[in-house]
């Protein structure tokens, strides 16, 4: 069993900052990727930052340069550190890792249970 479990979600004024993590546990051999994506009340799921085994980092473009995906892999946890945050920023996020867990030949997607974040005007 693989569980992934988020934290840092809350309530902020427009221009502040917060950060959010998501720490991998379980039977889990290897990690790919892990990223965040949020969905926002009437809108589809987004991937707003993704960062690979190898420390490579990519963002959605209305991010660009608020946010910044880390990871410590010692730890199976990645962080999102987001600043300059916007009303438009608001939503719930998901921690996503793309991971083979111990025994087995294949790949897969888990999800955490989503934290929100709600930036006020």
């Known amino acids: 069993q693989v569980q992934l479990v988020e934290s840092g979600g809350g309530l902020v004024q427009a221009g502040g900052s917060l950060r959010l993590s998501c720490a991998a546990s379980g039977s889990i051999f290897s990690i790919n990727r892990m990223g965040w994506y949020r969905q926002a009340p009437g809108k589809q799921r987004e991937l707003v930052a993704v960062i690979t085994s190898g420390g490579s980092g990519n963002y959605a473009d209305s991010v660009k340069g608020r946010f910044t995906i880390s990871g410590d892999t010692a730890k199976n946890t990645v962080y999102l550190q987001m600043n300059s945050l916007e009303p438009e920023d608001t939503a719930v996020y998901y921690c996503?890792?793309?991971?083979?867990?111990?025994?087995?030949?294949?790949?897969?997607?888990?999800w955490g249970q989503g934290t929100q974040v709600t930036v006020s005007s």
């Open positions: 996503n890792a793309n991971l083979r867990r111990t025994g087995s030949n294949y790949n897969t997607n888990y």
